[in-house]
């Protein structure tokens, strides 16, 4: 069993910044780690992603403005946002799948992005 733990959410005015993290009970060497988030009244989405090997991909709406780094030795996976708009506005979830596809979630952090 993973128990995952995401902070850093709070309320932030557009065009700011905000660093997300996660923090695992257990080692994540060969996970793969993602982002997801769920905006009021719409279905959960991928953020972004970062593979064991590192290879990272990103949702459309946050390229160009969002990165997605991992400390395997902390146990540690972390997501910036900056330009921040309202429509980030969302619950973010750190998800963990093991190589034999078992599937780990957060309990969320909200993100506000109101002015």
């Known amino acids: 069993q993973v128990q995952l733990v995401e902070s850093g959410g709070g309320l932030v005015q557009p065009g700011g910044s905000l660093r997300l993290s996660c923090a695992a009970s257990?080692?994540?060497?060969?996970?793969?780690m993602d982002w997801y988030r769920q905006p009021p009244g719409k279905e959960r989405e991928l953020v972004a992603s970062?593979?064991?090997?590192?290879?990272?991909n990103y949702a459309d709406s946050v390229k160009g403005r969002s990165t997605i780094s991992r400390d395997n030795a902390k146990k540690m996976v972390y997501l910036q946002i900056d330009r921040l708009k309202l429509e980030d506005t969302a619950v973010y979830y750190c998800?963990?799948?093991?190589?034999?596809?078992?599937?780990?979630w957060g309990k969320g952090t909200l993100v506000t992005v109101s002015s």
């Open positions: 257990n080692s994540i060497f060969s996970d793969d």
């Open positions: 998800h963990l799948q093991t190589p034999y596809r078992i599937h780990y």
């Open positions: 970062i593979s064991s090997t590192y290879a990272t």
